[in-house]
C-alpha cells in the first residue's frame, strides 16, 4: 500500500516531517511500521500551498529515499499546508501520472488502499465520472478514479456528500461485481484551507489513520522544527505515527471522517450514500 501525511498550521520546511523524525515520511518509504508491505518505493509525490490557489506539485517514479531533488526542494519549500506521499503500487504501472497527490484547480487528493477487484468494475466507475473530469484524467489508478468521482459528486460544493456518495458508488459496484477482494480506502483531500481525511473498508481493515496537534508533532521532529512551527494550531493527519509516544498521536476509527480547519479536528461518523438515497 501507501503511506501518507498532511500538514496545517504555521509555516515550516518539508524536511521537518519528510525527513528528520524517527519515523519520518521518508523512513517509511523504506521501513513503513503500520502498512501491509514495509517498502514503498514506486515513487512519490509532495504538494504545497503558497501565494496562488492553486498548489504546486512534484511527483516523480524513483523510490523517495534515493531522490535528490526531493531531499533539496524540502530543505528549500516552506509552507503551511502541505501533502506528501510515497507509493507501493497494488498493480497499475509506476508512473509520474499514478503518483500522488493528485490535483484539479484548487483541490489536492491522496490515498492508501485498494479497491479490490478494481478491473472488473473500473469500466462502470469510469461511466460514472462527468465528461469534464474525465477528460483530465492523466493515470489509470483506482485512487485518481475515487477523486474524479468526488468531483462528479460535488466535492467543490459539499466535500462531505461528495466522499460518502462515491464511496456509496464503489461499494455498489463492487457488490454487483460479486469482488471477493474487499475495498479499503483512507484518504487524504484539501482545498488547500481545509484538510478532510477517512478510512473506511468493507472487511472492517482499512489502513490506519493518526492525527497529531500542537507541541506533539513538535516533539515528534525532535524539536528541530523551524522556530515558527509547532504551534498549537498546528496539525498532522498521517498514515503512521513519526516516533513512537503514544501521547503524540491519537488513532481515527474505522468509518470516520476527520475534518481540519481553522486549526480545530473534528470527528465525525462516515456512511456510504447509495444511489437510490441520493436521489
Request: aromatic share 10%; charged share 25%; proline share 4%.
Amino acid at each position: 500500500m501507501c503511506r501518507w501525511l498532511a500538514y496545517s498550521g504555521r509555516p515550516l520546511y518539508l524536511e521537518d516531517f519528510l525527513f528528520k523524525p524517527e519515523n519520518s515520511l521518508i523512513n517509511q518509504s523504506l521501513h513503513a511500521r503500520k502498512g501491509h508491505v514495509a517498502t514503498n518505493g514506486d515513487g512519490f509525490g509532495v504538494g504545497w500551498y503558497g501565494d496562488r490557489d492553486e498548489p504546486g506539485l512534484f511527483r516523480d517514479i524513483r523510490p523517495a529515499w534515493n531522490d535528490e531533488n526531493l531531499r533539496s526542494i524540502a530543505e528549500q519549500i516552506r509552507t503551511g499546508h502541505f501533502f506528501a506521499h510515497v507509493r507501493a503500487s497494488t498493480g497499475t504501472s509506476i508512473s509520474r501520472a499514478n503518483c500522488h497527490p493528485f490535483q484539479h484547480g484548487r483541490w489536492m487528493f491522496m490515498h492508501n488502499g485498494q479497491i479490490g477487484g478494481f478491473d472488473r468494475v473500473a469500466r462502470e466507475l469510469d461511466f460514472a465520472i462527468a465528461p469534464e473530469y474525465y477528460r483530465v484524467r492523466k493515470g489509470t489508478t483506482d485512487s485518481e478514479t475515487i477523486f474524479l468521482l468526488m468531483l462528479t459528486y460535488g466535492l467543490e460544493r459539499d466535500p462531505e456528500y461528495a466522499l460518502a456518495r462515491t464511496l456509496g458508488k464503489v461499494v455498489e459496484c463492487v457488490e454487483k461485481a460479486g469482488c471477493v477482494d474487499p475495498f479499503r480506502f483512507t484518504a487524504c483531500f484539501t482545498d488547500g484551507r481545509r484538510i478532510f481525511a477517512a478510512r473506511f473498508s468493507t472487511d472492517g481493515a482499512s489502513p490506519t489513520l493518526f492525527y497529531g496537534c500542537g507541541s506533539g508533532i513538535r516533539a515528534a521532529a525532535g524539536g528541530a522544527c523551524s522556530d515558527s512551527a509547532g504551534g498549537e494550531d498546528s496539525l498532522l493527519v498521517l498514515s503512521e505515527p513519526l516516533d513512537t509516544d503514544v501521547q503524540h498521536w491519537t488513532a481515527v476509527g474505522e468509518s470516520s471522517m476527520l475534518v481540519v480547519e481553522n486549526g480545530r479536528v473534528d470527528v465525525k461518523a462516515l456512511k456510504p450514500v447509495a444511489a437510490r438515497a441520493a436521489a
